[in-house]
């Protein structure tokens, strides 16, 4: 059974850090790429970023660029989201996804659509 279930979300302080986890089973994370995406209520799915399964080619968009870290451990089978300097616009279900598939560019990659694999998402609340 292919699953990926996301982990350490929770509520944070403005300012605050907190580090996402997304447990692959069922398959090998290492590869696959890893896309993280962020929903948050009344809004559109949002790209946040994605890696390579060589680990040679990485993406943020411009509105975490400088303070997320997207990351995988072959070994554990995880992948992972580390979030800095938190602000009450960055409250949202955050999604982790994976695909077995060759680079396609950006133009893919920054699509939902795109991945094979998603989890049910963790919550990510950071108070004003």
């Known amino acids: 059974q292919v699953q990926l279930v996301e982990s350490g979300g929770g509520l944070v302080q403005p300012g605050g850090s907190l580090r996402l986890s997304c447990a692959a089973s069922?398959?090998?994370?290492?590869?696959?790429?890893i896309g993280w995406f962020r929903q948050a209520p009344g809004k559109e799915r949002e790209y946040l970023s994605y890696l390579m399964s060589s680990d040679e080619i990485v993406h943020y968009a411009d509105s975490v660029k400088g303070r997320f870290t997207i990351s995988r451990d072959n070994d554990k089978n995880t992948a992972y989201l580390a979030m800095s300097n938190l602000n009450v616009e960055d409250s949202a279900v955050y999604y982790c996804?994976?695909?077995?598939?060759?680079?396609?560019?950006?133009?893919?990659?920054?699509?939902?659509?795109?991945?094979?694999?998603w989890g049910q998402g963790t919550q990510v609340t950071v108070s004003s």
């Open positions: 996804t994976a695909a077995n598939k060759v680079y396609a560019g950006r133009y893919y990659q920054t699509r939902w659509e795109w991945y094979d694999y």
């Open positions: 069922g398959f090998s994370l290492r590869n696959h790429a």
